[in-house]
């Protein structure tokens, strides 16, 4: 199974350390697939700037960042005489980057807590940056598995088919971009792939930011997986004609009761997934769980985004990449940037201890330590 994309004749995660220890490097995500470029956060600023401008997004890989964000604070609080209350205050202007991936809430709040255990200036760092490493690799860990357990659901298909093709529908970008390594959605389509299995991607372009055109097909297109890019609306046709085989997608918070909040256009894949009788699956790690939440229609909050993300276009034109206007300059748009899927759409949940359905019930026994009071 791939883990790292090869760029330049090595390998490279989304985001790593510089040797220095003091400056976290990632690639900028809104230029791809056009340009490949770098970009280096030093400060909490940087961070925040980072998740909020999507120079770093889905759902991990945000929880990732904010947690090394954490240790930049704690890098910054060397000099400040009441450190716990600068960490504390910096970690909630953290947490308010993006309202809806949990992962973010759940990685600061985990380095937080290591953090403040220690005594010292320098034992605090050291704290954070251990705490932030191991959250790195246990979501590492977590997708690979993730993709372990979602190979049977296509491998179970392929013999079905006789060894033809199977047809996979995913939505957003949900691979190793979004997640360190392997990726959630994409981890069962790389197993499969690594075993042989003859499979076949429809990409959504995934409107407004494209996040499927661009990073899903350049993800897949390296790896030398078969994809095609479709319009987000093309999915419901393909699935009526018997063209998608499985739709497995990804989840920025799925309560405790297993409804899930996932990009814009989500919950259409699911409706009409149910109304053709195609499996649709969520595959998650168990940071993308909000414990405390029951109703994901009331309870879990929707970013709205900036309107001009739907008013502008960006594209490659003559070795410049531009942003260009396709609305009338005067139209107002509403950009909401995720929809909430109701678990009774939802076949199943993949996640690093296996697959179950998308009830609390089911949940709850795949998870008991981490059981709702």
Same mark, same amino acid.
């Given at each position: ?96 980057? #993006?309202? @809806? +991936?949990?992962? *973010?809430?759940?990685?600061?709040? %985990?380095?937080?807590?290591? &953090?403040?255990? /220690? ?94 055109? #661009?990073? @899903? +097909?350049?993800? *897949?297109?390296?790896?030398?997986? %078969?994809?095609?890019?479709? &319009?987000?609306? /093309? ?97 107002? +748009? ?12 939802? &076949? ?26």
């Amino acid at each position: 199974m791939p883990k790292q994309e090869k760029i330049c004749s090595k390998h490279i995660r989304p985001i790593w350390l510089s040797q220095n220890l003091k400056v976290i490097k990632v690639i900028d995500q809104r230029l791809l697939p056009h340009r490949f470029m770098v970009a280096e956060l030093k400060s909490v600023d940087d961070v925040i700037n980072a998740i909020k401008e999507t120079c770093v997004r889905g759902a991990p890989l945000i929880g990732v960042t904010a947690a090394y964000g954490v240790y930049l604070a704690a890098l910054n609080a060397e000099d400040k005489p009441a450190s716990n209350d600068f960490l504390i205050k910096e970690c909630k202007r953290i947490k308010s980057a #993006r309202p @809806t +991936a949990i992962n *973010l809430t759940w990685a600061v709040d %985990k380095v937080l807590a290591e &953090t403040l255990k /220690a005594k010292t200036s320098s034992g605090k760092i050291k704290a954070a940056l251990n705490e932030a490493e191991r959250i790195v690799e246990t979501e590492v860990e977590n997708c690979k598995k993730i993709g372990e357990n979602g190979l049977n659901l296509i491998a179970e298909i392929s013999r079905r088919k006789d060894n033809q093709t199977v047809n996979i529908l995913t939505h957003c970008n949900a691979g190793w971009l979004a997640c360190v390594e392997y990726g959630t959605a994409t981890a069962p389509i790389y197993a499969a792939f690594e075993k042989g299995i003859d499979i076949h991607v429809w990409v959504d372009e995934t409107r407004p930011l494209n996040q499927g055109s #661009r990073l @899903t +097909a350049w993800e *897949l297109g390296k790896q030398g997986v %078969k994809h095609t890019v479709i &319009t987000d609306n /093309a999915g419901g046709h393909l699935m009526q004609h018997g063209m998608v085989d499985i739709v497995i997608v990804g989840s920025d918070r799925t309560t405790r009761t297993g409804d899930v909040a996932n990009k814009i256009g989500t919950y259409l894949k699911a409706l009409a997934a149910r109304d053709n009788n195609v499996p649709f699956y969520v595959a998650l790690p168990s940071s993308a769980f909000d414990w405390n939440l029951k109703d994901g229609l009331k309870e879990i909050p929707i970013e709205m985004r900036d309107p001009d993300e739907i008013r502008y276009v960006q594209g490659f034109d003559q070795g410049a990449i531009k942003s260009v206007l396709i609305t009338p300059e005067s139209s107002p +748009a509403a950009n909401f940037a995720f929809d909430v899927t109701p678990a009774r759409l939802v &076949t199943g949940l993949i996640t690093e201890k296996g697959i179950c359905k998308a009830t609390e019930h089911d949940i709850n026994n795949m998870f008991p330590e981490s059981k709702s009071t």
